[in-house]
């Protein structure tokens, strides 16, 4: 075979045919359609480290555990990834390699169960997490309970004043001026407010579903809209920094307390707040940590927007070689700000649900009612 045919057939063989060129185009699709994986929730991830935890003390070995604690379960996708882990790990993978392989946990529990393992206490690093997350997972069926249970009051109220102006308070009005009523007075003053409603009724409840569907999908709006109401209301913003210091500062203590190095610790713990102000500020002082030789009280006083005594118990902690004690200090303090907060906020927003709920079946009755009371003797008389 000639040099010249060798060339031609060597570029045949690289140029792309049809099957080729169709299957580098269904790739990218194939790619696209692919579901995207979610980590698992806080209250299954509770279960599965209590339990694993609980087999790990009983001398019962990783692959084992993962294997027993999977059998019958009937969430699938958590059977899934145990199942992909077990067999990551009887091929020689270390343990939080395998964890992370699967893309259902978040770098908090994998970096807590690599220094586990490190350790030789898995057992327990299991324990810390499940600890930890039932913790988060408390407070945050607090804050919705205080948030989602008040808002959902208010909408079916402002749902049946609006349903008041614009069904039943027209027609009294078209009642009172068949029999040849004239509307004065309050009566007047609720024909206008009714007919001011049924004009723009549509709009408000589209700009609030629209308000509503902006702030869900977009944490750029959340965060701006809370940090303004944070600035304005004292209570909001004491329970907000309490929730978010209490959050990184137990993942802080949690990894270093179980053979993180402190800046990596801190690094971690900044995704435990991702979307918030702290987690640039975290890294940061990390950052600053690990490479200028600053100690961490300063870094964190100088780079983040901590309480002044979280600077002050993490000096004491350095100075002291104390620094998980005063760790674990913190995170106590915090907790308990943060659920006397909690109490106070869900008492300040009943109270201000009550306030609403008054004002708006107020509204609906004397929308109502009022008019037909103060009409009927001149009903009377047209008769």
Not at 11 to 24: H, W
Not at 55 to 68: C, E, F, G, S
Not at 287 to 314: C, I, N, R, W
Not at 317 to 337: F, H, R, W
Request: aromatic share 8%.
């Amino acid at each position: 075979m000639s040099e010249a045919t060798l060339q031609k057939t060597a570029a045949a063989a690289a140029k792309p045919g049809p099957a080729r060129s169709a299957a580098a185009k269904a790739k990218p699709q194939d790619e696209v359609a692919a579901p995207k994986v979610r980590p698992f929730g806080k209250k299954v991830l509770v279960d599965l480290f209590r339990g694993l935890a609980s087999m790990l003390r009983a001398q019962i070995n990783t692959a084992d555990a993962l294997k027993y604690y999977s059998h019958g379960l009937p969430n699938k996708p958590m059977v899934d990834a145990l199942t992909q882990i077990r067999e990551d790990i009887a091929k020689g993978m270390n343990v939080h390699e395998a964890f992370r392989r699967t893309g259902r946990f978040s770098d908090m529990v994998v970096g807590l169960i690599q220094a586990g393992a490190d350790a030789g206490q898995l057992h327990h690093a299991f324990q810390s997490l499940g600890a930890r997350l039932k913790s988060d997972l408390h407070f945050t069926k607090q804050l919705r309970k205080a948030t989602l249970t008040p808002a959902a009051i208010i909408a079916v109220l402002f749902g049946a004043f609006i349903a008041s102006q614009v069904k039943i308070v027209p027609q009294v009005e078209k009642m009172l001026l068949g029999v040849g009523g004239k509307p004065d007075g309050l009566t007047a003053i609720s024909f206008k407010v009714s007919h001011f409603t049924q004009n723009v009724w549509p709009f408000a409840v589209a700009g609030i579903i629209a308000t509503g569907i902006t702030i869900w999908r977009s944490a750029h709006v959340r965060n701006i809209i809370l940090g303004f109401a944070m600035a304005r209301w004292r209570l909001l913003r004491l329970l907000i920094m309490s929730l978010r210091q209490m959050t990184f500062l137990a993942t802080i203590k949690l990894l270093h307390s179980n053979g993180i190095n402190l800046a990596k610790s801190i690094r971690v713990s900044a995704n435990s707040v991702k979307g918030t102000p702290f987690y640039e500020e975290l890294r940061t002082a990390a950052d600053k940590y690990e490479h200028s030789g600053v100690p961490l009280s300063t870094a964190f006083a100088k780079y983040t927007s901590v309480d002044s005594q979280v600077t002050h118990m993490l000096s004491i902690g350095e100075k002291s070689a104390s620094l998980d004690t005063q760790l674990s200090m913190l995170v106590e303090m915090y907790e308990e700000d943060a659920e006397n907060h909690m109490a106070t906020f869900s008492a300040a927003v009943g109270f201000l649900v009550l306030v609403i709920a008054v004002f708006l079946i107020a509204a609906v009755f004397i929308g109502t009612f009022l008019p037909i009371f103060l009409m009927g003797p001149k009903m009377m008389q047209a008769r």
